[in-house]
Nanobody
């Protein structure tokens, strides 16, 4: 009925940049927010950045002034531009979507997670 799919991860040197993309597909009626989370080895999953349907953004303190989240509502796509990457940014980055989905039985709340994309930053 719907899903989100991430792309754009990879291996880079400290100081370099990467851009992640996440596209939602399926019978999605509305999106409340889309966001990026990450999980480093041995750590819990944490919020990196999120953006609401109205364009309000929220960032983890550790990525402020380096990462920028943006959204193309027409494409149901969210981007995460990551600049000045540090080894501490290494982890699996997951896309998340909260919204509603339309079915023949009505509208239902959804909370979709992608399978993740690996970002590895070496010093």
């Amino acid at each position: 009925q719907g899903q989100v799919a991430e792309s754009g991860g990879g291996s880079v040197q400290a100081g370099e940049s990467l851009r992640l993309s996440c596209t939602a597909s399926g019978s999605i009626a509305s999106i409340e927010f889309m966001g990026w989370y990450r999980q480093a080895p041995g750590n819990e999953r944490e919020l990196v950045a999120q953006i609401t349907n109205g364009g309000d953004t929220n960032y983890a303190n550790s990525v402020k002034d380096r990462f920028t989240i943006s959204r193309d509502n027409d494409k149901n796509t969210v981007y995460l531009q990551m600049n000045s990457l540090k080894p501490d940014d290494t982890g699996v980055y997951y896309c998340r979507l909260e919204g509603t989905i339309a079915t023949t039985g009505g509208y239902y709340d959804i909370d979709y997670w992608g399978i993740g994309t690996l970002v590895a930053v070496s010093s």
